[in-house]
Structures are given as C-alpha cells and as structure tokens.
C-alpha cells in the first residue's frame, strides 16, 4: 500500500505540475501566516506577562525614623494585612541582606549549597548566604570554610550556601540572611523590596499605603501598578486581525485541498470502476493529501525561521516555544485531512449512485 501511495503522488506530480506547485504554493503561504500568527500572538503573552510582574512588585528607601518598621514588615511578611502572598522579600542593611522566598516560588537563587528552609525563615535563625567572590576569598584562606562561622551584627552565622549576584542587582551584597534575623538584629535598614506571588487590585495598594504610612522617604516609593482590565482588552484587541488572517488561511486551505481533490477525481474514478474498495480510496486519498502537506509545511516552516528574526529584532514578534508550533502543525494536518476524508466520501456517495 505504502508503494501504490508513492506511485500515485508521484505519477500526479509528473501529470499535473502545475496544480502542484500552486497548491503545495498555497499551503505554504497558510503554514507561514499561522507561524507568523503564533508568534505574534507570543509576543503579546510576554508583553501581558510582563505587565503582570510590574503589578506586584513594591520597594522604598525607608525613613530615618524606624520604630515601628521591623513590626510592619512583620505583618506583611507574616501575612497579616490583606494583601496577596509574598513570593520575594529584601531587607537591605549596611552589611547583609535580609530575605524571604515563598515554597512554592521557583526562582533559582543558590549557584551552590542551599537557601534558608522555611523554618529558618520564620525563626530567624542564624544561617547566612554568600557572594560568590567572598567565597572564592575565604577558601583560599581555610579549607574547612563551610564548617566555620562568619560573624554578623556581633552574631555566628552558619554559611549553608552561594547566591546569585543577578537576583540582587543594584543593591548586591556579600551577605543574605533570613529576613526576620536582619528585623531581630535591630540594625538600620535603608532599603525594602518585596514581589507579591499574585497582581494587586486597587484596595489592596490603598491598605499597602496605610501599612507602609511613614516609613518611606519622600519620592522613593514604587508601587505596583493596579492591572487594569483594559490593558488586556488592548492586547486581545491587537489579535483580532490575527485572527482574521487565521479564517482567511483556513478557508484558503481549503479551498485548495477541495482542488486538489477534484483535480484527482477522474484517477478515483478509475480506481471505483476497477474494483477498489472504499477504503483504498480514502487511505490514497489521505496518503496524498498528508504528501503535500509535508512538503508545504517544511518549506512555510524553513521560510518563516529564516525571517522570524527580522520580526523579533523589529519587536514585532517574539520566538514561539515548541509546543505552539507543534500545535499547529498538528491542527493544520488534522484539518486539511479531515476535509480530505469528508470529501473522499462524498465522492464515493456519488460514485456508488451513479455505479447503481
């Protein structure tokens, strides 16, 4: 079967070039538009997504008067403000950084060793992260580094392990301990960061407010921005066309599938008269049609990797991930070979009455 399949696509390709080319042509420019569309439509996800993260961040350069910051940074650490979860909180002092991450955030912060355990976390106790140049320093000096203690605040802390200096950027540090060590140390704190794990509405950043009333110095606050519903209409808004240039593809296809069929009745037709059975004729039909299309799809594949980066140097699109292309991919062959089994048997239907 596997043979009669190839003879038959290749005696059409030497018999009818042209219906050919313009169709594998066709097909082509349809896989391109879709890819296109795909990256386009991911480009909007990034930039959506980004306009998440921007909405959950906050930080300040706290004031000189701070009697009262270590108990309000325990209430938003610990919760107790109706405010989302925190998924990343800094504390900078003069020699380290406090921080907390939440469990269930998966940002890579360790290059070795460990981060501090959720129970270090609320306990305070004394462990400490190192900069990575610190390290390189001290083992130099001791070759039993990790089993010594490093002095902080008149304090031992026990280094468990390196971070990276990228996760800290712009305040890095050579020091990280748990956050609510650096609050019971009682040193001064000049700067505060903290990432919420869900976007802030606008209550929320009006309770932040009153929460942080005081605290900050004049001009240094950052606020999440409140995500507003219309940013996300406006990106829906930009995919309409998009998703007009999808229907116009898949109506094209079509289009071309139903002359590709028809250009291959009379060969069908043969085939009927000379006996074959109905599946025969449907299993050439799909084999055909599954031919072309991977060869169109090859060359609208390899014609849109050749410009995608055009587009994305352009901002106009962004590399879509492999699992949307495959989709893709997957929903084109299955709709051009559900249309090719759909007319397949409506012309065995007619076949059959004009045979009776």
């Avoid at 109506?251 to 006996?275: C, D, E, P």
């Avoid at 090859?298 to 901002?315: D, H, S, T, W």
């Avoid at 991930?321 to 409506?346: C, E, G, K, N």
């Amino acid at each position: 079967m596997i043979t009669l399949c190839l003879k038959t696509f290749s005696r059409y390709i030497r018999e009818k070039p042209l219906i050919v080319v313009l169709t594998i042509g066709g097909i082509l420019i349809t896989t391109f538009a879709l890819l296109f569309m795909d990256s386009v439509v991911w480009h909007h996800y990034e930039e959506t997504a980004a306009l998440y993260a921007e909405t959950r961040t906050i930080s300040f350069d706290v004031t000189e008067r701070q009697d009262t910051l270590a108990d309000q940074l325990r209430r938003m650490l610990r919760n107790r403000v109706a405010l989302p979860k925190i998924e990343k909180f800094l504390a900078y002092s003069d020699q380290a950084v406090g921080a907390y991450w939440d469990a269930s955030s998966d940002e890579d912060v360790a290059r070795y060793g460990r981060v501090f355990t959720e129970n270090e976390a609320i306990a305070g106790s004394r462990v400490v992260m190192i900069s990575e140049e610190y390290y390189v320093s001290a083992i130099t000096q001791s070759d039993d580094f990790w089993s010594s203690s490093i002095n902080l605040f008149g304090e031992k802390y026990q280094p468990i392990g390196t971070f990276f200096l990228d996760s800290f950027s712009g305040y890095s540090k050579t020091f990280i301990i748990p956050a609510e060590s650096l609050l019971q140390s009682g040193k001064k704190i000049t700067h505060v960061s903290c990432t919420f794990l869900a976007p802030m509405t606008a209550e929320q950043t009006e309770i932040l407010l009153k929460t942080m009333d005081g605290l900050y110095e004049n001009g240094t606050l950052v606020l999440p921005k409140t995500y507003e519903s219309k940013a996300l209409s406006a990106a829906l808004a930009n995919l309409l066309g998009l998703l007009f240039v999808l229907l116009l593809s898949l109506l094209n296809t079509l289009q071309l599938v139903v002359y590709w069929m028809k250009s291959n009745r009379r060969k069908f037709q043969i085939y009927v008269i000379a006996g074959a059975r109905p599946s025969t004729v449907i299993l050439l039909s799909l084999s055909n049609t599954f031919l072309l299309m991977l060869i169109a799809f090859a060359g609208g594949f390899l014609l849109f990797e050749a410009v995608c980066p055009y587009f994305i140097q352009k901002n106009i699109a962004a590399q879509a991930p492999p699992f949307l292309i495959a989709a893709t991919a997957i929903a084109l062959f299955l709709y051009v070979l559900a249309a090719t089994f759909i007319f397949a048997l409506r012309f065995l239907k007619r076949e059959k009455l004009h045979l009776l």
